[in-house]
């Protein structure tokens, strides 16, 4: 189909007047959204001046990126100039089809043609029945999983028992690697083994998953109703602009958008991103290596609904673009990779200031071939900036905003890195069979097999190449070593500092994806050549691996993992509810519970109240973790007889002065205190509540 | 390239040592150690939490004076 250059320019102008109308809702949701794909899709078509101006190659998979990212970052800023709302996006809208109106009208927008290129799906293979047999298991395993949500905050979305949907994988898995070696190739097949890899939190768990993903839900509520919020957390606003362009656009739920549009992109930016890595080398391309690559690499990251995925996702198109660059020397890669590392500081510094210094190093060096003295000391003085680079600009950032702050010797505290790869608290290894005991093994050193996989297997032509990307890895992984074992900042727990090494470490395992695929693609076309026996042993192997890594991607409850439960129920959102109805109001008391209530609470009913508690702002519910009162919480919660009275009079003294007598005391079957403790509670209590047995709500005056 | 892949492997071996040397039972009660915790949170072997160390102990430790009071004393 061709669409001429004034067809392009009454396109244009349909499309403006349709989306100003939208904004201001003029326009159902559901046209709104298919509004919002229609001037994606126009954006996309012209783009082509904008790159030729970059000197950059145009292909769809850069002008996608190009595209996705220019939203991100470009909303960012109108966000923290103006706040985002109706006639900020319109000011943004109005721009972006002006740029469109001064192209056409400066001759640079040619007609264009497009060619809806038939992808080949289902080739010839649809006679056989071994595609039939895998598509009807992943159908069925899907579909299982929609069928059964979970609302009781279940810790963990495996079924008990579920031996027949691990057998059934295996065996789904078993043929995909045998079409895989015979070359195989299936885009249905492979994109819906990858959803069934990586998407059952996003569909299982319909009410969110874990905490953050609440605060997001109430921040975002916040932004649209009132354009920004404050404090102004410079992380998360690459996501929150544009859930919100989409929320406005098409009226989806920020639940709906949390749960599906954050994983969505990621997994799809993933999967063609691989595959069109891997076409760029040259190397087998089958779309199966995405899925499989992915889950070996990953044991244990489920959850891609946080800004940190977001932020992840740009930094591993990144690393792939960097890798390209160090192999092919195409200056458009590394710009490419640079726009995304942009992207992905703007999300979140945390995974972008890393990769972000690397690219911006290697574009100095981009001339250079990295074979003399000089250019190594160059490359090592890049390593050691982007070592230090997170923990320098965290602890900057901190200590301007007054913290108190102690710098450690990192080598003294070196087992404070190790304890990152110990259990976590919900592992108890009392009593359990051989076998369970084989598979945390494999979890406690997979890590490190990755590593020495990646540092020691050697890459024909592309060993130098391989080794930039392991420096890059290196220098990740050594900012999350000084990140739990070399300073102390106020305000922080321990416990932070061990999340964000953690992150920072997956940050470095993911960053070795590019070695994995390229080692994982070679190694299944030279497996077609191995006698037959060997080959079934070794497909077999990797399938039972790659099961056990499902298994392991998700929490689990198993005779070594005790998992509670960390999302909201239904029933929770009762308590709150029953809470606010007997205040009339959030005004004139204050909540002690886990911290699940307080974010459903802010979902729910929004930020606030907050109260003035020496000099910092104290929220009506045990919020955050660190607050004053979720630290009394937490210490009633886990004492075993004591006396409570002097918590009760820590509580009475924080809160009288602020004219509040009374308190909501919340606990769970999940979580409850000790026996004593709830004695003396209800002792005290002058009203309380039982909620089908699941939820005691005691009320204090004091 | 080599001694840097050398003396980072014998890092990480170090590392996976010290990791395996977890406890083989929890050290909290299992009533009150499965308690809500928000994010991953691994047993602290080696009982070294930074939070915990002073800056008057005797570890190598540099105590950086707040913003405010580096103002205070320039003016």
């Known amino acids: 189909m061709l669409i001429s250059k004034k067809g ?18 003029f326009i159902p ?13 126009l954006f996309f078509l012209c783009l082509d001046p904008i790159l030729k101006y970059l000197k950059i190659t145009s292909s769809n998979f850069f002008k996608t990126l190009f595209l996705l990212i220019y939203y991100s970052i470009s909303l960012s800023l109108i966000y923290y100039i103006t706040g985002l709302n109706n006639f900020s996006i319109l000011a943004w809208l109005i721009f972006n089809f002006g740029v469109i109106f ?44 929609f069928y059964y949500p979970i609302i009781d905050g279940s810790p963990t979305p495996w079924p008990k028992p579920f031996l027949i949907g691990f057998t059934l994988f295996l065996i789904a898995t078993f043929l995909l690697l045998k079409r895989l070696i015979a070359e195989k190739n299936n885009l249905i097949l492979a994109s819906l083994y990858f959803f069934l890899i990586t998407g059952i939190i996003a569909i299982r768990y319909v009410l969110s998953y874990g905490y953050d993903t609440l605060i997001h839900q109430g921040s975002l509520k916040y932004i649209l109703e009132y354009g920004q919020i404050s404090p102004l957390t410079p992380f998360y606003i690459g996501q929150y602009v544009l859930e919100i362009l989409v929320n406005m656009f098409s009226g989806l739920s920020f639940t709906f958008l949390e749960r599906w549009a954050g994983p969505t992109l990621f997994l799809g930016l993933i999967f063609f991103g691989g595959h ?4 760029r080398l040259k190397l087998q391309n089958n779309f199966l290596l995405i899925p499989i690559s992915v889950i070996l690499l990953f044991p244990n990251i489920f959850s891609y609904t946080s800004p940190y995925a977001l932020s992840l996702l740009w930094g591993i198109i990144a690393i792939l673009f960097i890798f390209l660059f160090l192999s092919q020397r195409n200056e458009s890669d590394l710009k490419i990779a640079i726009f995304c590392s942009l992207a992905s500081f703007f999300i979140h510094p945390f995974v972008g200031l890393n990769i972000l210094i690397w690219s911006i190093g290697l574009y100095f060096l981009r001339k250079n071939k990295i074979q003399n003295v000089k250019d190594r000391l160059l490359v090592g003085i890049i390593f050691v900036i982007a070592s230090l680079a997170v923990i320098l600009a965290f602890i900057l950032y901190n200590w301007l905003k007054d913290s108190g702050l102690t710098i450690y010797n990192p080598l003294y505290f070196i087992g404070n890195f190790a304890n990152i790869f110990t259990d976590p608290v919900w592992y108890l290894r009392d009593k359990y069979p051989w076998w369970l005991g084989l598979i945390y093994f494999y979890e406690k050193i997979h890590f490190f097999l990755i590593f020495f996989l990646a540092l020691y297997w050697p890459i024909k032509k592309l060993d130098k190449v391989k080794g930039i990307i392991i420096l890059i890895s290196i220098s990740t992984l050594i900012s999350a070593w000084l990140f739990v074992s070399s300073f102390k ?24 994806w590019p070695i994995i695929l390229v080692l994982l693609s070679i190694f299944f076309t030279y497996l077609k050549k191995v006698k037959i026996i060997w080959r079934y042993l070794i497909i077999i192997l990797i399938s039972v691996l790659i099961t056990i890594s499902w298994y392991l991607t998700y929490p689990r409850q198993d005779d070594i993992s005790h998992m509670n439960v960390n999302s909201i129920r239904k029933i929770d959102y009762r308590a709150i509810n029953l809470i606010y109805d007997n205040e009339s109001g959030k005004n004139g008391y204050v909540v002690l519970s886990n911290q699940i209530f307080g974010a459903g609470a802010i979902l729910k009913y929004g930020f606030g109240p907050y109260y003035k508690v020496e000099g910092e702002d104290m929220f009506y519910y045990s919020l955050p973790w660190g607050s004053k009162l979720s630290s009394i919480y937490n210490k009633i919660m886990t004492t075993e007889t004591e006396n409570i009275n002097s918590d009760l009079k820590q509580i009475k003294d924080i809160i009288k002065p602020l004219g509040i007598n009374k308190f909501y005391f919340v606990y769970t079957d ?17 009203d309380h509540w039982n909620i089908d047995n699941k939820i005691f709500i005691v009320l204090i005056k004091i | 390239m080599k001694i840097l892949k050398i003396s980072f492997s014998a890092f990480l071996l170090v590392v996976l040592g010290l990791a395996l ?8 009660a299992p009533s009150r150690s499965m308690n809500i915790y928000p994010y991953y949170y691994p047993y602290f072997i080696f009982n070294k939490d930074i939070s915990n160390i002073k800056s008057t102990d005797n570890v190598g430790s540099i105590h950086v004076p707040k913003v405010s009071e580096v103002i205070k004393k320039l003016k």
Do not use: C
Not at chain 1, 29 to 41: A, E, K, R, S, T
């Open chain 2, 21 to 28: 040397l977890t406890p083989a039972q929890a050290k909290m």
């Open chain 1, 29 to 41: 949701n559901f046209l709104g959204g298919f509004l919002l794909v229609f001037d994606f899709v």
């Open chain 1, 489 to 512: 900042i106020d305000n922080y727990f321990y416990g932070d500092q061990i999340n964000y090494g953690y992150r920072l470490i997956q940050v470095a395992k993911w960053f070795l």
């Open chain 1, 276 to 279: 069109y890595f891997l076409r």
């Open chain 1, 102 to 145: 001064f192209f056409y009208f400066s001759g640079k927008i040619k007609s264009v043609k497009i060619s809806l290129s038939t992808i080949k799906i289902f080739k010839a293979d649809v006679k056989s029945p071994e595609f039939w047999a895998i598509l009807i298991i992943l159908f069925f395993l899907i579909g299982y999983f």
């Open chain 1, 670 to 686: 999940a979580w409850s205190p000790a026996p004593k403790i709830i004695e003396q509670l209800n002792y005290l209590s002058s």
């Open chain 1, 8 to 25: 392009i320019l009454f396109l244009s102008v349909v499309l403006l007047i349709l989306s100003v109308i939208k904004l201001f809702n």
